[in-house]
């Protein structure tokens, strides 16, 4: 079964400060990896998903992570944070194939002051 | 809007009453998935259809549990007699493909509070 450890359940940076939410999982086969992001009020939203390829994966909002797969990690980084992604911030799993039920972390939220 | 819909979005219902969610994923999406999220903590895999067949169920999904796709196209999830431990967030997905790795598209999720 796969499981996903989220480092920082709730981060305060100000605007312009630079961003890293950690992220490990757990399984034994070939995975997919996606970081979703829920802003107050909205519904989950895709920020950026790995399939293959390239380890690292820019997404939207100046937002990016990169696969390490020695390390089972999958870390978001942003360089210059801004008010308006404040938000929860969700790393997920799920198994290359198959059903592809995802597995997600507990969360991290993102507080930003102006 | 063409995005995963979910109605209601919010149920307030007594201990020991059914409710019934409904979940339209995107058009032409095979795939549907709901997921339950309770407070600080993220969403947990309930179950997942393949068009009209639900192929898995989590251990999460009780007896009073059970969700249907009859036409392959919008979803229901029922739960019979609540309990106050129902009380989440849930949330359907969809995604495309019958086959190999595609992103899932998230509904805005529907709030049941049994009290």
Request: aromatic share 14%; with cysteine.
């Amino acid at each position: 079964a796969q499981s996903v450890s989220q480092h920082n359940h709730h981060v305060i940076l100000s605007e312009a400060a630079s961003l890293e939410l950690g992220c490990n999982y757990s399984y034994g086969g070939t995975v997919n990896l996606f970081w979703y992001v829920q802003y107050p009020g909205q519904h989950l939203q895709l920020l950026l998903k790995y399939f293959s390829g390239d380890p690292l994966v820019k997404g939207i909002k100046g937002f990016e992570a990169e696969f390490i797969k020695s390390k089972f990690s999958f870390n978001l980084r942003k360089p210059s944070v801004q008010w308006s992604d404040t938000a929860e911030y969700f790393c997920a799993v799920n198994a290359r194939g198959g059903y592809q039920k995802v597995t997600f972390g507990i969360g991290t939220k993102l507080q930003v002051i102006p | 809007d063409t995005g995963v819909s979910q109605n209601p979005r919010h149920k307030i219902t007594k201990r020991g009453q059914n409710v019934t969610f409904r979940c339209d994923p995107i058009s032409e999406h095979n795939r549907l998935y709901w997921y339950r999220q309770t407070l600080g903590q993220g969403p947990e895999f309930l179950t997942y259809f393949q068009n009209e067949a639900q192929l898995e169920k989590s251990r999460l999904l009780s007896d009073r549990f059970s969700a249907e796709r009859p036409k392959g196209s919008f979803s229901t999830l029922e739960i019979q007699r609540t309990e106050q431990g129902d009380s989440a967030m849930y949330l359907c997905a969809s995604s495309q493909g019958l086959a190999g790795d595609y992103e899932q598209y998230f509904g805005p999720g529907t709030r049941l509070t049994v009290t």
